[in-house]
């Protein structure tokens, strides 16, 4: 859906985006996640043609020219945004009218079902202006829906929503997403990434330090997490395989916790929760753009 | 796109109260003659002003002398220069080129949408003025005793009819005068992210170009200010109309619009759009 190769803009002197190799595969939930103003929002902007790329390629839905796809793409970049002095309704009408491709008598009918899609079905003819910050994201996602897209390019979609907004949304877009809809989410919220994207790209400073899927991303370290009131037992049993011990939580080095489990209740240990430790997100994130100078190198096209 | 930027114009309430202010320039002094019954001498004070306290059916041509040298203006560069620049400001901007709308088509709406709102500010203020013009100083039937004929500038009269043909005329040719300055105002809200600096940058063209009608040593350049031949719409109300600065006002509009619009696209196509 997404290939890039090697892009990268440049403000004057200021490299935003910097050699990225971008790869999203149709019927991706892509997450490109990484720190305020390492270059998220450039890439957005490159990707939907408002900034041209210094040098290298980009194809957005097997077209080196976004304008000719963008009638199938749906955008949220940088906020959204709208007339203040007209309700939402008249907001869609005004963006639904501008672009080619949305029929004039089906208008009505996507304006409805977008707002429905995105909980403000029941608003009133108030101006944007009188809107919540949280009303004003929900339009903005609603004005990326108008036109039933094949892809999403989605800039912080949750920024402004409460928890229970922000719950409304991610299920909103795992069901587009189900039914078929690639969904790229730029973001700086590891949870969010976490819990919605089925891959993620990582960048830091303007480059792609990172490109995965969040289940390789995810991987057991090898260590198997226990708790139990009988840690001292435990740790003569497993002599040398404690990592760490903290109260009831122990860490311990073992591939599989069903059999581990089976051994400490074999002995008479009660164990009140087993499980093998994943590597959060976070870790990762860490790992990458704290001191991933030595990363670099090994990102490519994903290795999936 | 056209007429998503008409529904954007009729939509704002920004323009019907500019349209507004346009029309209470020419009311206040109407107000004013009339109470006051003391009309500038003939060759004195604003074009037209002599002549309305006899006949009110010439009073909109009072008018238009009265809000073309700044009110006007004004008006077009606070519109124009919203253009691109207002739409960047509130972000919209990014939105309608992601819908997608081309640049190019962008830029033309926006100019058409520039040229209905000068037009539509000129309508208003013409048919205002006329109405205010008939209702305070009546159409001079009274006193000529035949009805409604007005003296042109020259000295002969004209009959209702012509008034109304040479009228229309006049409001073309300044429609034609303010597109000239507009595209200006366009050009700067594709180079500024604020509308404000964009008009206030078009405002600073008018006064430049003002002042220096006025020097001598301007000479060799004057016949290329936009606002040189803007005054010349008063000679469609000459017997016979005077067309020699009307053409070469024409002309020279004709150029700062295909310049300046030009410009606009030159600057906007190829523009990274980072609001």
């Known amino acids: 859906m997404i290939v890039t190769h090697g892009l990268t803009k440049r403000y004057g002197k200021v490299v935003a985006v910097d050699g990225v190799d971008l790869n999203v595969r149709e019927g991706d939930r892509y997450g490109f996640l990484g720190p305020n103003g390492s270059g998220k929002t450039t890439l957005v902007r490159l990707l939907l043609g408002l900034v041209y790329a210094t040098s290298g390629s980009l194809e957005v839905l097997g077209s080196s020219t976004p304008a000719k796809v963008l009638p199938q793409i749906g955008a949220l970049v940088e906020g959204p945004a709208a007339y203040p002095h007209l309700s939402g309704r008249q907001n869609l009408r005004l963006l639904d009218a501008a672009g080619p491709g949305g029929a004039r008598r089906t208008r009505k009918r996507r304006i409805e079902e977008a707002l429905e899609q995105v909980g403000l079905s029941g608003v009133d003819r108030r101006p944007v202006r009188a809107y919540s910050l949280g009303m004003r994201q929900r339009l903005g996602i609603a004005a990326a829906l108008l036109r039933k897209p094949v892809l999403l390019i989605l800039d912080e979609p949750t920024n402004g929503l409460d928890p229970r907004g922000i719950r409304e949304i991610r299920d909103l877009l795992i069901r587009l997403n189900e039914a078929g809809t690639t969904v790229f989410l730029s973001s700086h919220l590891l949870s969010e990434v976490e819990q919605l994207c089925t891959r993620v790209g990582i960048v830091d400073h303007g480059r792609l330090v990172l490109q995965d899927d969040l289940m390789n991303l995810r991987a057991p370290t090898g260590h198997v997490v226990v708790r139990t009131p009988d840690g001292g037992k435990v740790a003569s049993l497993l002599d040398g395989q404690v990592v760490s011990r903290d109260g009831d939580r122990l860490l311990i080095r073992h591939t599989d916790a069903a059999v581990l489990n089976t051994l400490l209740v074999g002995e008479g240990v009660r164990v009140s929760a087993i499980g093998e430790e994943r590597q959060s997100l976070e870790d990762v994130v860490l790992d990458v753009t704290g001191h991933g100078s030595d990363r670099f190198g090994t990102n490519g096209g994903g290795a999936s | 796109m056209i007429t998503v930027e008409l529904r954007k114009l009729v939509l704002r309430p920004r323009v019907w109260l500019s349209i507004l202010l346009l029309c209470a320039v020419p009311a206040l002094v109407a107000i004013l003659l009339s109470i006051s019954d003391l009309a500038p001498p003939p060759g004195q004070g604003g074009a037209f002003l002599s002549a309305v306290l006899d006949n009110g059916s010439l009073y909109p ?150 002042i220096m009608q006025t020097l001598d040593a301007a000479g060799p350049i004057k016949p290329y200010l936009p606002t040189n031949y803007w005054l010349s719409w008063i000679d469609f109300f000459r017997d016979p109309i005077f067309w020699g600065n009307i053409d070469k006002g024409l002309l020279l509009q004709a150029g700062y619009i295909a310049v300046f619009f030009g410009a606009s696209w030159a600057n906007f196509a190829t523009k990274d759009i980072t609001s």
Request: aromatic fraction near 6%; glycine fraction near 10%.
């Open chain 2, 61 to 210: 041509a009072a008018a238009l002398a009265m809000v073309l040298p700044v009110f006007l203006p004004l008006a077009v560069a606070v519109y124009a220069g919203d253009a691109i620049a207002g739409e960047s400001a509130t972000g919209t901007l990014r939105y309608l080129l992601v819908r997608p709308v081309g640049r190019l088509r962008l830029l033309s709406a926006k100019l058409a949408a520039l040229t209905v709102y000068i037009m539509l500010a000129m309508i208003i203020v013409v048919v205002f003025s006329l109405v205010v013009g008939i209702a305070l100083f009546g159409t001079g039937a009274e006193a000529v005793g035949q009805p409604g004929s007005v003296t042109a500038l020259s000295g002969s009269s004209l009959d209702p009819s012509e008034l109304a043909v040479r009228m229309l005329a006049a409001v073309g040719y300044i429609v034609v005068s303010m597109l000239g300055f507009g595209t200006i105002a366009l050009f700067w809200s594709t180079l500024s992210d604020s509308a404000l600096g964009a008009a206030l940058a078009s405002l600073a063209v008018l006064i430049a170009s003002s």
